[in-house]
Structure formats: structure tokens, C-alpha cells
């Protein structure tokens, strides 16, 4: 399949039969599970009821996941860490930077998700100059990140697209900036790896990291960290295990110590059901074609953009360049709208005044037009 107009409702809405008497918007919380991972949770709960669970083959999932993965955000395998969530992807760069000298600082905005903004200040602790930027409606621009980082700045840390409203960075722009200042510059993907197109080598990137019970289709505990390749050697792991080594499956012991010199040198132990859930999941990307699949989601979100045009006066979409699939809605009683949209079945989230409209490629047109005539209902 070339585009996403070749992917027919149908055959999508067939692997999410949960969906049947429900409008989900929410998948920038939690994604809808699908068939296929729903029953590779049922087959290992019943194998490990039976004593018949076969670890060996949920590290393989947890391998084709890896991959798969690094197909999505255009890296190669060897680039890719399993870690369980962005928390932990951010905690290990952070760990991974040497005590401050004099000057040097980490550039942030206030408005990001914890799991990219604690790691950071923390590093407080260490002598360095935390810079956090205020938003401005929600959002800080490239521009504020150049005005705040200069050749002091360590790490620039941003979310690919932000998680109260929606908002697309421009990641090459920033790359740009974080390369002035010989920066490190460390992405969360978590509201953008599986929704809209990443490309690592296209935008510069050092870091990237996302967990994959969002758009990624997985379940919670699994996650990924993407390390640009030339900043391997510089990396050491932080919780390392036998998953650490080169050859894992012959480093239960001690006494020698020999690390991997990929990515998965940063692996943590992995979680065995949700890696085999990241399988099943994942491969629907392979099954529709990673680009139609996120072509489909910018058609919907079109669709949802102009629905709310049409019934919501106060809906402003950001420019074209910076939306994403998260649609954020200005609400003057949102009690009264989340009621209405309860009624009609329809799941969503409020954040920061605003209902939060999550799509993926699981969603319909006429859900969305529903939804548009709800919200701007008087």
C-alpha cells in the first residue's frame, strides 16, 4: 500500500473490535489494544499458567521490536536500547553527562512532560544551569531555544510533538541550534514515533526516545531509546545486566564483563508479555506499510481540523508544518462537553482547558464529525 487512501476501514477496524460502540481519542494516553496483542498476552499468560512460558522467545519479540522500531524512526537496529519508558531513556543520557564546568547549562521549556523535564533538573545537582523556557499559548518555538543556548548549553531537550495540545516541533531547526552550541540534542517521541513521519538522519538527531503504549500500539512497559551511532563509544550503561553484554545469553555470570558495542549496551532487563504484545502490534506497521499507515493519519487529522473549523469558532489549528494528531480544543465548560461526550461514547482527555482529541489510523471520519458537532454544540 502506497498511501494511506488505500487502507480500507474495514480491514483496520476488524483488528480493534473493542472499538465497536466506542469513539477513542485518546491514544496520546493509551492506545486502543488490538487483536493481535491482545491474544500474545492471552497465549502467555496460558503458557506461564502451565509452565510452558518460553523466555527465549519473548527476547526475540523484544528483538523484532527493536527493529521494527528502528525501521519507524529511520535508524539502524544496532542505534536502538529496549528501556521501559522515556523516563528511563532520559535518566540514562542524563547519567551520561560529566560534571558541569563552569557555564555550562541544559535548555528545556517548562511545559514538558515530566519524563523529559525531572531528569534534566535534576542535574542541578551537578553544577549545571537548568534553562527553562515559559510557552507562549503552549508553546515555545525554535527561536526561544536559539536565544536561550549558547556555547555553554550541554543539552537541548524537546518533544517531538507536545502532549496537552498537540504541537509539532520543528526538530531540524533545533537540531541546527543544539549543533551551534555543541549540544546534545535528546528528543521524546512519544506522542510522535508511530503517529507522524520521523526520520533521525533527516532531523539531526541524538537522542530519541519513546515508550510504546501510544501510537506504537504496544502496551505499557516497553520503550525505546534511539542513540546516534557516533555517540555510542561516548555512553556507558547505567543499570547493566546480562541483557548489557555482547552475547547475552552467555553473560549470566561473572566474573568478566563484556558489554555490547551497539545500543543495547543501555538495554534494561526486559518485560517479557509486553515485548511479545510490542511483536504481535508492531507488525501491523509492516502489515499496512509504515508510510501509509501515518498517511492515513494526516488525512484524519485533516478531516478533524476541518470538522472543528466548521462547529468550534474558538478552534485555532496551529500552521500546517507544526500540527500533528493531537487536536486541542479551547473549552468555555468543559464539564458540560466531557458529559456530552460520555453520553455519545466518545473517550477523550481535558488538558489545560482543553479537550485533548488524540487520533490514530483506527479512527473514523464520521467519529470525528460527530465529535466536531459535540464540542461546538452550544
Avoid at 97 to 114: D, S
Wanted: net charge negative; charged share 20%.
Amino acid at each position: 500500500m502506497k498511501d494511506g487512501s488505500a487502507m480500507h476501514a474495514a480491514d483496520i477496524r476488524q483488528l480493534f473490535p473493542g472499538l465497536k460502540d466506542t469513539i477513542y481519542l485518546n491514544t496520546a494516553s493509551m492506545n486502543v489494544g488490538c487483536a493481535p496483542a491482545r491474544a500474545a498476552y492471552e497465549q502467555a499468560v496460558e503458557r506461564w499458567s502451565t509452565g510452558r512460558f518460553d523466555w527465549r522467545e519473548a527476547e526475540q519479540a523484544g528483538e523484532d521490536a527493536r527493529a521494527t522500531f528502528a525501521e519507524i524512526v529511520g535508524a539502524t537496529v544496532e542505534e536502538i536500547a529496549l528501556v521501559p519508558a522515556v523516563s528511563t531513556a532520559a535518566g540514562i543520557v542524563a547519567a551520561n553527562l560529566p560534571p558541569a564546568k563552569r557555564g555550562e547549562n541544559v535548555v528545556v521549556a517548562e511545559n514538558e512532560f515530566t519524563s523529559n523535564y525531572f531528569p534534566w533538573l535534576l542535574l542541578r545537582e551537578r553544577g549545571y544551569e537548568i534553562r527553562t523556557l515559559a510557552p507562549d499559548a503552549g508553546v515555545v518555538a525554535a527561536e526561544a531555544y536559539a536565544h536561550a543556548a549558547d556555547g555553554g548549553t550541554r543539552l537541548i531537550a524537546v518533544s517531538a510533538v507536545n502532549s496537552a495540545n498537540g504541537y509539532r516541533a520543528d526538530l531540524a531547526a533545533l537540531s541546527g541550534i543544539a549543533a551551534r552550541s555543541g549540544a546534545w540534542f535528546f528528543v521524546d517521541a512519544c506522542q510522535a514515533a508511530g503517529a507522524v513521519l520521523l526520520d533521525v538522519v533527516r532531523d539531526g538527531v541524538d537522542f530519541l526516545a519513546s515508550a510504546s503504549h501510544k501510537f506504537l500500539l504496544g502496551s505499557r512497559g516497553m520503550g525505546y531509546l534511539y542513540v546516534r551511532s557516533g555517540l555510542l563509544e561516548q555512553l556507558r550503561p547505567v543499570v547493566p545486566g546480562w541483557k548489557a553484554t555482547r552475547m547475552p545469553l552467555e553473560s549470566f555470570y561473572g566474573p568478566a564483563m563484556d558489554l555490547s558495542q551497539t545500543a543495547s549496551k543501555l538495554d534494561v532487563s526486559l518485560a517479557w508479555f509486553p515485548a511479545l504484545a510490542d511483536q504481535a502490534a508492531l507488525r501491523l506497521f509492516g502489515r499496512f506499510g509504515i508510510n501509509a499507515l501515518i498517511e492515513r493519519n494526516a488525512q484524519l487529522a485533516r478531516h478533524l481540523q476541518d470538522a472543528l473549523a466548521t462547529h468550534c469558532p474558538a478552534f485555532h489549528p496551529f500552521p500546517e508544518q507544526h500540527r500533528s494528531t493531537i487536536v486541542a480544543v479551547p473549552l468555555t465548560d468543559a464539564e458540560a462537553v466531557m458529559a456530552r461526550c460520555r453520553q455519545a461514547n466518545v473517550v477523550a482527555s481535558v488538558r489545560a482547558g482543553r479537550i485533548r482529541l488524540a487520533l490514530h489510523f483506527y479512527n473514523l471520519e464520521e467519529e470525528l464529525d460527530l465529535v466536531a458537532e459535540l464540542i461546538g454544540r452550544a
